[in-house]
């Protein structure tokens, strides 16, 4: 089996960001006969100025063209796609930043929307964040059978909060995705350190598709996508540029790491409850 991670940096053409997502595919090298598992960063169809913008794009999710089109995609090129984020109308106006994962055939196994808006002060141009302006929060995890093993959803700032983390392990992660837009600043400093902690205190393959570069507003993202393993070592990593990184999946050692270090069962703290 074969995980594949595209850095990306999308900007405002939706329509040119499918292109991208869609050429990529066409190239991408493949191991024959193997099973293929594609993760793709936060925004991917839509990034850089206002956030706003996604409201425009949004629609409910049976009608929304983005989730048909990137279900499509999976079926065209036969993987199954982490499809970065996609902005779903809310009750209250605002857009759910949710994730889908499709199967080779195009169908939706399920979805993560993000619980954890990133409303913060950065040292970068863009200064202020206010996520919670145009997203809803989530209200539950994800965690997904697939023939790779049980895959985890989080997305981005997500990745700061280790009970979340935690709850996915305690449901049965073996992978977690993490489609992300990290800035630069914020990448620069804690992106590395955070995805190998998040892979050793869980004991999980990290999956961190991350957008790259200056986007169009003026944004900058840090990229470093990275696949990270169970002990923490790093499989592969695309520092700058667009593209691909790649590695098998050997979940033998993800078994050998979790009976020699069962910390599941050694953690005398209770069980994670999400906030309502």
Not at 57 to 86: F, H, R
Not at 259 to 272: G, S
Request: with cysteine; hydrophobic share 40%.
């Amino acid at each position: 089996m074969q995980i594949n991670l595209l850095q990306c940096q999308s900007g405002a053409d939706v329509q040119a960001n499918l292109d991208f997502i869609r050429a990529q595919l066409a190239r991408l090298p493949r191991i024959a006969n193997e099973p293929q598992l594609v993760v793709l960063p936060e925004a991917c169809l839509l990034f850089g100025g206002l956030e706003s913008e996604q409201k425009k794009i949004a629609k409910a999710a049976d009608e929304s063209p983005l989730v048909e089109s990137l279900a499509n995609i999976a079926k065209q090129y036969q993987v199954y796609l982490i499809a970065g984020t996609i902005p779903i109308l809310a009750h209250d106006g605002r857009v759910y930043s949710r994730s889908y994962l499709f199967n080779d055939r195009g169908q939706e196994l399920g979805n993560y929307d993000k619980l954890h808006l990133f409303d913060v002060e950065v040292s970068d141009s863009t200064k202020t964040y206010r996520e919670s302006d145009t997203f809803f929060p989530g209200n539950k995890i994800s965690v997904i059978e697939t023939p790779f093993g049980k895959i985890g959803l989080a997305i981005c700032y997500d990745l700061r909060f280790p009970e979340l983390f935690r709850a996915m392990r305690l449901a049965g992660a073996e992978l977690i995705a993490l489609p992300s837009a990290f800035t630069k600043v914020t990448g620069e400093a804690h992106w590395q350190t955070l995805v190998q902690a998040r892979a050793i205190e869980t004991q999980c393959f990290m999956l961190a598709a991350n957008q790259w570069g200056a986007c169009d507003g003026g944004r900058e993202t840090w990229g470093q996508s990275m696949i990270v393993d169970p002990w923490g070592r790093i499989l592969a990593q695309k520092e700058t540029g667009c593209g691909w990184i790649q590695a098998p999946l050997d979940k033998s050692q993800l078994n050998n790491i979790r009976q020699k270090i069962p910390v599941a069962a050694h953690n005398r703290f209770v069980e994670p409850q999400l906030i309502e």
